[in-house]
């Protein structure tokens, strides 16, 4: 989640982010306080469970070194996330840079989270 945080904040691709989405400044620029609470919950447990279901893969694969864990990570990442994701840009008309920077930051997260659950084990 921190490294949710830091890749959609203005510091980084924040403003492109809201810009491939759509978003308009009004609706960005005033953060929406009223069941953030629920929300920032809801990711957590989404991390989680990614985290979780990481962890057996690693688990499985017995990877045991950083390069075995990202290893793990880019191809949960490859065939589970950027699969799924692309019927955003297939169907939902979505712009195929929102699709890059979302499926970089996906891949980023696995990366980090595999090396770590690796090592870790």
Known sequence: MVIGALWYSPVLFGNLWAKLSGMDKKS?????????????????????????????????????????????????????????????????NKPMKLWFLNNAYNLFSLLVTGSILAVWQ
Do not use: C, N, R
């Open 28 to 92: 960005t620029g005033k953060p929406k306080q009223k069941g953030m609470a629920k929300l920032y919950l809801a990711a957590f447990v989404s991390t989680l469970v990614m985290s979780f279901v990481l962890a057996h893969f690693i688990a499985y694969t017995e990877s045991t070194t950083v390069s075995d864990g990202m290893q793990a990570g880019f191809w949960l990442w490859l065939g589970f996330i950027a699969t799924v994701s692309i019927g955003g840009v297939l169907w939902e």
